[in-house]
């Protein structure tokens, strides 16, 4: 089980001003922030980030919406991170997803589903280092990773 897990606050979220209570949430639960940053992501940037979705029908709309306005990025660090955060984000459409969830709380739909969360340890490493070299991580003592 990996450490660390990958999060973005979605563009309707931030627009919505939703960030702040989004990040005392995942904190709350126990995670770490170990890299934090907002960023516009532009058209190209979407589209590599989400190329594992390339040949399906929603990725046009996807990468649209994601470079539609800001982003916040960051890495979050627990112990089995990727599992409990998925947990704590509940079901891809919100109307899906339980009580007390991230996406159940501040998302709008399916795509405006206010976070994205990593799906898998190896998954967690390549997005992060999407956004973040490792001199842009810290540990919890303030030291770089």
């Not at 516009?40 to 979705?53: I, L, Q």
Request: no cysteine.
């Amino acid at each position: 089980m990996g450490n660390i897990t990958l999060t973005m606050i979605k563009p309707v979220a931030v627009k919505n001003g939703y960030t702040g209570k989004i990040l005392e949430k995942i904190t709350s639960a126990g995670f770490r922030i170990q890299a934090l940053r907002m960023l516009r992501m532009s058209k190209a940037d979407a589209e590599k980030f989400y190329e594992v979705h390339k040949e399906r029908p929603f990725y046009g709309e996807l990468t649209d919406f994601m470079s539609s306005g800001p982003v916040v990025a960051a890495i979050l660090e627990k112990e089995n991170a990727v599992e409990d955060y998925r947990k704590l984000i509940g079901a891809t459409n919100p109307a899906n997803a339980e009580e007390g969830t991230i996406r159940k709380m501040y998302a709008t739909d399916i795509q405006a589903n206010a976070v994205h969360g990593s799906d898998s340890d190896e998954n967690a490493e390549i997005e992060a280092s999407f956004f973040f070299s490792k001199k842009e991580r810290y540990k919890q003592d303030g030291n770089l990773i």
